[in-house]
């Protein structure tokens, strides 16, 4: 599976950014899709992830009520929409997808590259 992250960019606090991930390779159908980041000088961290059937999600704490997960199957491509950003949500967000709905990265088979989301104050 080959993962591609896109929709990263510039934004001022309070604004909003949609990322997109798209897999080509194989279907992600049977696969659960997890959102991670990782900030300048920082460990990468669980953002949020969502099973194969869409009907159950996790959220990190410092995104839950910003930020939501989706996916579209028949597209082969999950989503990260995220709202009320912070300067904190500044990182490298990256996608991956596994067998497993889990919240951490070694759960996580296949890697995206990351898109970089800058959020200024």
């Known amino acids: 599976v080959q993962l591609q992250a896109s929709g990263g960019g510039l934004v001022q606090a309070g604004g909003s950014l949609r990322l997109s991930c798209v897999a080509s390779?194989?279907?992600?159908?049977?696969?659960?899709l997890g959102w991670f980041r990782q900030a300048p000088g920082k460990e990468r961290e669980f953002v949020a992830s969502i099973n194969w059937n869409d009907n159950l999600t996790y959220y990190s704490d410092f995104v839950k009520g910003r930020f939501t997960i989706h996916r579209d199957n028949a597209k082969n491509t999950g989503f990260l929409q995220m709202n009320s950003m912070k300067p904190e949500d500044t990182a490298v967000y990256s996608c991956?997808?596994?067998?497993?709905?889990?919240?951490?990265?070694?759960?996580?088979?296949?890697w995206g590259q990351g898109t970089l989301v800058t959020v200024s104050s």
């Open positions: 991956a997808v596994g067998p497993l709905l889990g919240q951490r990265p070694e759960e996580y088979d296949y």
């Open positions: 390779g194989r279907t992600i159908r049977d696969l659960s």
